[in-house]
Every structure is written in C-alpha cells, then in structure tokens.
C-alpha cells in the first residue's frame, strides 16, 4: 500500500507518491502566479516544466476576464487543484469530460485529510469544507461548458431530492421535482448572518491598539466601525477624498473607483472603472449608488487622526532617512487624481505598508486583524471566510444603529445601500440583543413610537 502526501515547496503545494517502503516514486502538481500588465492582474497556470495549461489560462484572463478580481481567485484556486488531480491520477483525457470514478477521484482529492484507499492512501495537511467543495465543483461546470461546451460530465449528472405539490385540487398531477447536482457534497446551510464587533469588544479593541499597535490600525478599524465603511473602500482611500463641509466641524470623506485601484481598492457599490474616459462622463460626476461617488460625513476627531496619520507617515526626516520609502510613495503610491484640488499636486492612497511603503493590502490588513481578534479573544469562523474580520465591523455600525431604533429606510441610508432589500442581513441580534430590543420595544409601544421591526 503506497501513501499520497501534500507537500508545500518553494513552488506551492505539491503532492508527492511514495511505495510501501517509503520510497519516492513520482512528484507531481501545477505552479501558478500572478503577475500585473497595464492594470490587469493575469493568473498564470503552468505545469512543473513551465509549460502553460492553456484552458485555464483562456478561462482565467479571457472567459472571466470582467469578472470580480474574487471571482477570478477562486476561480484560479479551484484550477490548481483541478489539474494537480488530473496530473497526479495521469488522466489526459479530461478535456473529454469525467466519468464517474474520475469525478470521485477529484472530489475525494478535494476533500483532502487522511483517507484510507484500496490501492493509494491519501495523507493531506489540507482538509475543505463541503461548502468549498462544492463551489469549486461549480467552477469546474462552468469551465467545462465555456472551454469546451461539455454539459453532460458525471460532475454535471442531477438527482432528486425533493417533490412539490403543484398546489390546488389537482395538486398531485403537477408535482416539481427538486434537483441538485450529484457530485456535490452536503452542506450546511448558514441561516444567520455573520456575528459583528459589540461596543465592548470595540472598546477592548481600541484600548489594545492605543498600547501596542499604530495609529494606522486604530483609524482603519474607526472608519469601518464608527462609520460603516467596507475594507476595499477603506483601502482605497486617497489623499483628495477628504475635504471641509459646510457644517461647522464636520468633513466630507468621498467613496470612489479609479483605474490605478487594485482589486483590493475597490469600492463595492460606486462605479467601476474601465477606461482614464469614465472620469469624464457625467454619471461620474454624480452621488449615489451605482454612481460616481458616495459621500460619508465624518466629525473632527476622525479628520484630526487622518491628517495626524497622513503627518506621521509622510514625515520629510523619515522620509530623508529611508530612500526606498521616498520611492515607493512617489512612485508605487500614486493614484488617478479626479478632482481639481490644486493644492495637492501628487495624490497618493492613504493606508501604507509599514516596511516597504506601497499601499497596504487587503491580505497584510487581515494578517494584522487575525493577531488583534486573537489578542482580544474573538473567535475567528473558519468556514466562511467573507464572515471574519473587517467586515464584523460594518455589521456593528449597523447594528448600533439598529438598537437606536432605526427603520429600514434609514439604516439602508447609513449603509449607502440603493434599497432595503439588502438589509435585513445586518441584522443580527444575539440573544442578550433581542432581550435588549425586545425591552426597548416595551417601552417604545408604552410611550406610542415605533421600532425597527414595526416600520
């Protein structure tokens, strides 16, 4: 009985095959990387000789070419292991489809861990979620049929898993059948939103940041919490995206795309942008959702610590003493400027890289917040990704405003949202929550107002 190993190499993960005497008998995988031309990030899969894989490389910078940057990684993750499979298991004609203990074969690959196997065991440090499996096993459907309009693969093969009554007295003669794929794994339905950042834990958060972190972490974390902005916006933030209100004391703070983003710069629900053009039409010009731009209003005390964190970090003696910083800020810092603000003549993204300068990444933030939510004790869910982190924050922006009592329309306007349909999956009470509401409730009915679950 030979055994099968995951094994992480300068190259990425690898997987190697070893007899029963613990001898090496084959090494085998796919490299993939990233690389930038003109803006647009190609993800690039070769085989262990560097020869590119074709399909994949069609699929990932052609066929999804417009597709979310997140769309697009997954995408590339999936087609890793995809042909690692296929290379491991020296199936070549895969572009034919898979039959049916081909498909087990990937789908027991996929599950990664220790499996005992009849001819093969599998030793992987890796073990996926059936959630996981089963998106990967939806990009591998979509890239049959796009690459090779294949539909009729044993990943592709349905089966029944429920009957409805088509309702009415002849109900019976008009049952639906339900279907799901075959291949794919049970999962378990997640039928509550993610859980957020309470007041306290934001307190316990703060005060660490103030004793052992940088004044970068704590005006990130006030923006997402205090002020509900999303991670990609708050990365994307530029010098010009600031100026004075007409309120007394208060700042406007602009939400906007520009081509020199990067994926991790982009604001969800203001207008992409394509073209340097896009910043002449009108429609860029303009407020709202789907828009140019979004507007958040923020007080003096947020604007006193940018421009403190903007002092510190742009400091000319720090600056005079770290040649590479100089460049990398005048050089690899730099954003479109969309405005007409003269007096700033270069503008640069505002949240930077400690060590080397160029703009902080949404994957260097995590790996901050990863080491505060585990000083703090805060529980990191380990099955889907989009509930951790950043995002815990904006659902506590939302849920403060919850227990203030706010109606539906009002919260989807604190969260720039373009309607109320969307938000209701902010709401998020534990259970001391709906003990706290449901008391506020009480008393809201005894004095005649009316709550957030009356509007």
Not at 107 to 112: H, P, Y
Not at 243 to 255: F, V
Not at 297 to 307: A, H, P
Not at 406 to 431: C, F, Q, T, W
Request: charged share 25%; aromatic share 10%; hydrophobic share 35%.
């Amino acid at each position: 009985m030979g055994v099968i190993r995951e094994e992480d190499t300068v190259l990425g993960t690898l997987y190697s095959r070893y007899d029963n005497k613990g001898e090496l008998i084959l090494t085998t995988g796919v490299i993939g990387f990233q690389r930038e031309r003109n803006g647009f990030i190609y993800f690039i899969i070769t085989d262990l000789n560097g020869k590119r894989i074709s399909a994949a490389n069609k699929y990932l910078n052609s066929i999804l070419k417009n597709s979310a940057y997140k769309k697009r990684e997954n995408a590339y993750t999936a087609l890793k292991l995809f042909f690692s499979c296929m290379s491991l298991n020296n199936i070549h004609t895969y572009s034919k489809g898979l039959d049916q203990s081909q498909s087990n074969l990937l789908i027991g690959f996929l599950e990664g861990g220790n499996q005992l196997g009849n001819a093969w065991d599998i030793e992987f440090k890796t073990m996926r979620s059936n959630n996981t499996i089963n998106n990967y096993l939806t990009v591998y459907r979509d890239f049959y049929k796009r690459i090779w309009n294949i539909t009729d693969t044993a990943l592709h093969d349905s089966k029944v898993i429920a009957y409805h009554s088509g309702g009415g007295m002849l109900g019976h003669a008009n049952k639906k059948a339900e279907t799901t794929f075959a291949s794919n794994r049970r999962s378990l339905k997640r039928t509550t939103p993610p859980k957020y950042i309470k007041p306290q834990q934001y307190e316990y958060i703060i005060c660490l940041i103030n004793k052992k972190y940088t004044l970068r972490e704590k005006v990130i974390i006030k923006l997402m919490y205090e002020y509900g902005l999303r991670i990609g916006e708050v990365l994307g933030l530029t010098i010009e995206d600031f100026e004075g209100s007409n309120q007394q004391g208060m700042y406007r703070l602009y939400i906007r795309n520009r081509l020199s983003d990067k994926p991790w710069q982009s604001a969800k629900s203001v207008m992409k942008i394509i073209t340097s053009s896009y910043y002449q039409k009108r429609e860029y010009q303009e407020e709202g959702n789907g828009f140019g731009f979004q507007k958040v209003i923020i007080d003096s005390e947020m604007m006193n610590l940018i421009n403190e964190y903007l002092d510190e970090t742009r400091d000319e003696f720090l600056l005079n003493a770290s040649p590479i910083k100089r460049k990398n800020l005048e050089v690899k810092c730099v954003a479109d400027k969309v405005t007409g603000q003269r007096e700033i003549i270069q503008n640069q993204y505002l949240f930077l890289n400690k060590q080397h300068y160029t703009p902080l990444t949404q994957p260097g933030w995590n790996s901050v917040l990863h080491k505060i939510f585990k000083e703090i004790n805060i529980a990191v869910d380990k099955v889907s990704k989009e509930s951790n982190l950043s995002h815990r924050f904006r659902h506590g922006f939302a849920m403060s405003r919850v227990r203030e009592g706010y109606s539906h329309e009002k919260l989807a306007n604190e969260l720039r949202h373009s309607g109320i349909g969307s938000v209701m999956i902010y709401y998020n009470p534990d259970e001391d929550d709906q003990i706290e509401l449901k008391e506020k409730h009480k008393e809201h009915m005894n004095l005649g107002g009316i709550g957030f679950n009356e509007q």
